[in-house]
């Protein structure tokens, strides 16, 4: 599975951005799905996860009620709504996905892919 991550760019502090990964390859193996997030000299954290059949969701706490991750398993696509945006969510984001399905998602899953990042800047 090949994940391809955009929808990046430049937004003023209270704008909105949506972020878009589309899975290319075996994508029947796709299941659980999640985005992530990465600044200069700090470690990777999950932003927001989503599970196969997009009917369970979980959210970092710094991003809750702003953001809000979906999934179209018909075009094997994920994305990230951000709205609200603030200076602190400046950072590359990276897309995952996994083998494994969940009924309910949690933040502590292991994910086997990966797509490139996508640069999300957010001027104050």
């Known amino acids: 599975v090949q994940l391809q991550a955009s929808g990046g760019g430049l937004v003023q502090a209270g704008g909105s951005l949506r972020l878009t990964c589309t899975a290319s390859?075996?994508?029947?193996?796709?299941?659980?799905a999640g985005w992530f997030r990465q600044t200069p000299g700090k470690e990777r954290e999950p932003v927001a996860v989503?599970?196969?059949?997009?009917?369970?969701?979980d959210y970092a706490a710094s991003v809750m009620g702003r953001f809000t991750v979906s999934r179209d398993n018909v075009k094997h696509t994920v994305y990230l709504q951000m709205n609200s945006l603030k200076s602190e969510d400046t950072a590359v984001y990276f897309c995952?996905?996994?083998?494994?399905?969940?009924?309910?998602?949690?933040?502590?899953?292991?994910?086997?892919?990966w797509g490139q990042g996508t640069q999300v800047t957010v001027s104050s």
């Open positions: 390859g075996r994508t029947i193996r796709m299941g659980d």
């Open positions: 995952a996905a996994r083998n494994e399905v969940s009924d309910k998602i949690f933040m502590n899953k292991e994910y086997d892919w």
């Open positions: 989503i599970n196969w059949s997009g009917s369970s969701a």
